[in-house]
T-cell receptor, first 113, second 111 residues
C-alpha cells in the first residue's frame, strides 16, 4: 500500500504570493493533519480534518486555510506569503481523529524569497 | 507553546552503545508517542505508550512513562549508525486530538 503522499516536493515562492500544498492519505484513513516544521524545531500543528470537517486548528493566522475532499485528500493554502512561512510542511494521516499514531508524508519544502 | 521537551538536545554515541532520551510534558495525556525523523524528511512513528502503561518494548526500543512526573524516556539499545536521526516525543494534550511535539533530540551514532 502507498503511504502518505505530498506534492510538490519543493517549492520556491516570492513574498506576497499564494501557495497550495496537496496531500493524499493512506487508503482507509479519514483524518488528515497539517504541520509546519521550521528548521531546528519540532512540527507545529496547523489543522486537522476528519470526514471533511475541520476538527482542530493551531495558532496560525487566517492566511492559512485548508480543506478535505470527499476522497479524504487535502489541500493547505497559504496566502500573502511571508519570509517566515519558509518551512517543511508535513501532512499526516490517521484512521480517526482521536490522537492515535499518525503516519507522515515526506513533506513539502517551501522557500519564500 | 511546546507540550513536550526532549533532553538532551543532542547526543553523540559510538555504535553498539545504548542511547537514552528523555521527554517532559506539561498537561495530562491519554498517550505519548515517539517519532523519528531522518534529515528533515517525514516523521516515522516508533511507539505509542498509553497513560495507564509504565513500560513498552518494540525491538531495540524501550519506552517508559511516569505520569506522576510527567516524563517519558526512550532507550535505544545496541545503537547502529542507521539510528542517526532526530527523535521527538509527541502527545495529544488533554482531550485534544492533534499531536504536540517537543523540539527533539538529535542523535548521532558514530561507526
Amino acid at each position: 500500500d502507498a503511504g502518505v503522499t505530498q506534492s510538490p516536493t519543493h517549492l520556491i515562492k516570492t513574498r506576497g504570493q499564494q501557495v497550495t500544498l496537496r496531500c493524499s492519505p493512506i487508503s482507509g484513513h479519514k483524518s488528515v493533519s497539517w504541520y509546519q516544521q521550521v528548521l531546528g524545531q519540532g512540527p507545529q500543528f496547523i489543522f486537522q480534518y476528519y470526514e471533511k470537517e475541520e476538527r482542530g486548528r493551531g495558532n496560525f493566522p487566517d492566511r492559512f486555510s485548508a480543506r478535505q475532499f470527499p476522497n479524504y485528500s487535502s489541500e493547505l493554502n497559504v496566502n500573502a506569503l511571508l519570509l517566515g512561512d519558509s518551512a517543511l510542511y508535513l501532512c499526516a494521516s490517521s484512521l480517526d481523529s482521536k490522537g492515535h499514531e499518525q503516519y507522515f508524508g515526506p513533506g513539502t519544502r517551501l522557500t519564500v524569497t | 507553546s511546546q507540550q513536550g521537551e526532549e533532553d538532551p538536545q543532542a547526543l553523540s554515541i559510538q555504535e553498539g552503545e545504548n542511547a537514552t532520551m528523555n521527554c517532559s510534558y506539561k498537561t495530562s495525556i491519554n498517550n505519548l508517542q515517539w517519532y523519528r525523523q531522518n534529515s528533515g524528511r517525514g516523521l516515522v512513528h516508533l511507539i505509542l505508550i498509553r497513560s495507564n502503561e509504565r513500560e513498552k518494548h518494540s525491538g531495540r526500543l524501550r519506552v517508559t512513562l511516569d505520569t506522576s512526573k510527567k516524563s517519558s524516556s526512550l532507550l535505544i539499545t545496541a545503537s547502529r549508525a542507521a539510528d542517526t536521526a532526530s527523535y521527538f516525543c509527541a502527545t495529544p494534550p488533554g482531550s485534544a486530538r492533534q499531536l504536540t511535539f517537543g523540539s527533539g533530540t538529535q542523535l548521532t551514532v558514530l561507526p
